[in-house]
């Protein structure tokens, strides 16, 4: 009888609330855009790209088509080319090994820690000759071990390009993911943590060359005259698509303390369920900063905690709908990295965005915790 007093529907994400709570303003920024008819490479893209750039300290940012031509593009601006090894890891969306695949150079995977990020160890274990470059997978809003990928880099002298898709304003200490090597990427995709309204992605970098090729890759190969300087793509950030990021970032900081605070509310309510490793609280070490573009665990029993987590109205999803890179057939990978291969056993995604409550998560803990008290 009273089983239903407390249901709810908590979606995974909630494309419409996001929009809805901001139409006025979202719709005013458009209007203006379309009022001047200022749609292609345009200023309102170039004011994005200065304010993403000086947001996280880089000398150089550009708006692309989206988060996986963004790699892609990186790739080729840092001179990866047919015969190349690129390390990434299996935990990643299909975008990151994808990228290196077009370019012609081969991808290699490797595992994830217990953080989720990229394992150094098991970086430098899969170096050959043909290593030229590693790719940090910046997952989760956390960024990865920095100081040693850097070290490992170094040492054999490789580049790194990072995809940073799931981490703008995330650090290592105090540089921002995206800026450590030769380029880093991102995506708007719309549940990112900076979204657009259809597809969008950024390039970052340090570097006046990698910066001049981005420039005319782009924009089919052309210099800033028009002069076709090499062979290029069609992949502009669209100016309307820009000038809607140029508001978002505005509140971007409030929104990531607004994330930061729903860690903390999902940690200390699921800090004694020991069937469950949670992701890095906010605060857990002085050298991170994490910006929760997901908050991902681990769970005994996940297939029926999710289960239960469904009929009480919370949705969850597993990344990649379950499956890491390695393990897609079609694409012949013979690695197993073995804390990824057990790790897809138990990950999933609980509910973190800004239109989430606190008052969701603590109602999405009660759930879990009644879950693991029932089996007891
Ligand atoms: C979203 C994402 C991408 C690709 O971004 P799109 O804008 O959808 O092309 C690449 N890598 C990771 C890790 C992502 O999460």
Same mark, same amino acid.
């Given at each position: 009888m009273t089983e239903n007093k407390t249901a709810r529907t908590i979606p995974f994400f909630n494309y419409p609330a996001q929009f809805i709570r901001q139409e006025e303003e979202i719709l005013g920024v458009m209007r203006d855009v379309m009022r001047r008819g200022a749609f292609i490479l345009q200023k309102d893209l170039e004011e994005f790209e200065k304010n993403l750039a000086k947001f996280i300290n880089v000398k150089y940012a550009f708006g692309v088509a989206d988060g996986s031509n963004a790699i892609t593009i990186a790739l080729i601006a840092a001179g990866i080319k047919a015969g190349d090894e690129v390390i990434v890891p299996s935990h990643t969306f299909i975008a990151s090994p994808s990228a290196v695949h077009w370019v012609g150079a081969t991808p290699v995977l490797v595992d994830c820690g217990k953080d989720h990020m990229i394992d150094p160890k098991s970086v430098e274990a899969a170096i050959t000759s043909k290593t030229k470059a590693i790719m940090p997978v910046q997952l989760n809003g956390r960024t990865a071990d920095m100081a040693s990928l850097q070290e490992i880099a170094d040492r054999h002298g490789l580049l790194i390009i990072e995809d940073a898709a799931q981490a703008l304003g995330s650090r290592f200490g105090n540089r921002f993911a995206g800026t450590f090597g030769i380029a880093g990427t991102f995506s708007f995709y719309p549940a990112k943590l900076l979204g657009c309204y259809g597809d969008g992605g950024g390039i970052v970098t340090n570097d006046d060359k990698v910066a001049a090729q981005i420039t005319m890759l782009r924009d089919h190969g052309r210099d800033p005259e028009g002069q076709i300087r090499r062979w290029g793509f069609n992949s502009r950030l669209d100016n309307l698509q820009a000038a809607v990021l140029n508001f978002k970032l505005k509140s971007f900081e409030q929104e990531v303390v607004y994330r930061r605070r729903l860690a903390q509310v999902y940690q200390d309510q699921l800090a004694g369920v020991t069937q469950m490793l949670l992701p890095p /609280? /906010?605060?857990?070490?002085?050298?991170h900063f994490d910006v929760y573009q997901n908050y991902e665990v681990e769970a005994q029993d996940r297939d029926a905690l999710r289960e239960h987590l469904a009929n009480r109205g919370v949705k969850t999803i597993i990344q990649w709908s379950g499956t890491p890179v390695h393990q897609f057939e079609a694409l012949g990978f013979t690695v197993k990295p073995p804390y990824t291969e057990q790790m897809f056993t138990k990950c999933f995604l609980l509910p973190m965005n800004t239109t989430v409550t606190e008052d969701e998560v603590i109602y999405i803990c009660e759930q879990i915790r009644d879950f693991y008290q029932a089996r007891r």
């Amino acid at each position: 009888m009273t089983e239903n007093k407390t249901a709810r529907t908590i979606p995974f994400f909630n494309y419409p609330a996001q929009f809805i709570r901001q139409e006025e303003e979202i719709l005013g920024v458009m209007r203006d855009v379309m009022r001047r008819g200022a749609f292609i490479l345009q200023k309102d893209l170039e004011e994005f790209e200065k304010n993403l750039a000086k947001f996280i300290n880089v000398k150089y940012a550009f708006g692309v088509a989206d988060g996986s031509n963004a790699i892609t593009i990186a790739l080729i601006a840092a001179g990866i080319k047919a015969g190349d090894e690129v390390i990434v890891p299996s935990h990643t969306f299909i975008a990151s090994p994808s990228a290196v695949h077009w370019v012609g150079a081969t991808p290699v995977l490797v595992d994830c820690g217990k953080d989720h990020m990229i394992d150094p160890k098991s970086v430098e274990a899969a170096i050959t000759s043909k290593t030229k470059a590693i790719m940090p997978v910046q997952l989760n809003g956390r960024t990865a071990d920095m100081a040693s990928l850097q070290e490992i880099a170094d040492r054999h002298g490789l580049l790194i390009i990072e995809d940073a898709a799931q981490a703008l304003g995330s650090r290592f200490g105090n540089r921002f993911a995206g800026t450590f090597g030769i380029a880093g990427t991102f995506s708007f995709y719309p549940a990112k943590l900076l979204g657009c309204y259809g597809d969008g992605g950024g390039i970052v970098t340090n570097d006046d060359k990698v910066a001049a090729q981005i420039t005319m890759l782009r924009d089919h190969g052309r210099d800033p005259e028009g002069q076709i300087r090499r062979w290029g793509f069609n992949s502009r950030l669209d100016n309307l698509q820009a000038a809607v990021l140029n508001f978002k970032l505005k509140s971007f900081e409030q929104e990531v303390v607004y994330r930061r605070r729903l860690a903390q509310v999902y940690q200390d309510q699921l800090a004694g369920v020991t069937q469950m490793l949670l992701p890095p /609280p /906010p605060c857990s070490d002085g050298k991170h900063f994490d910006v929760y573009q997901n908050y991902e665990v681990e769970a005994q029993d996940r297939d029926a905690l999710r289960e239960h987590l469904a009929n009480r109205g919370v949705k969850t999803i597993i990344q990649w709908s379950g499956t890491p890179v390695h393990q897609f057939e079609a694409l012949g990978f013979t690695v197993k990295p073995p804390y990824t291969e057990q790790m897809f056993t138990k990950c999933f995604l609980l509910p973190m965005n800004t239109t989430v409550t606190e008052d969701e998560v603590i109602y999405i803990c009660e759930q879990i915790r009644d879950f693991y008290q029932a089996r007891r």
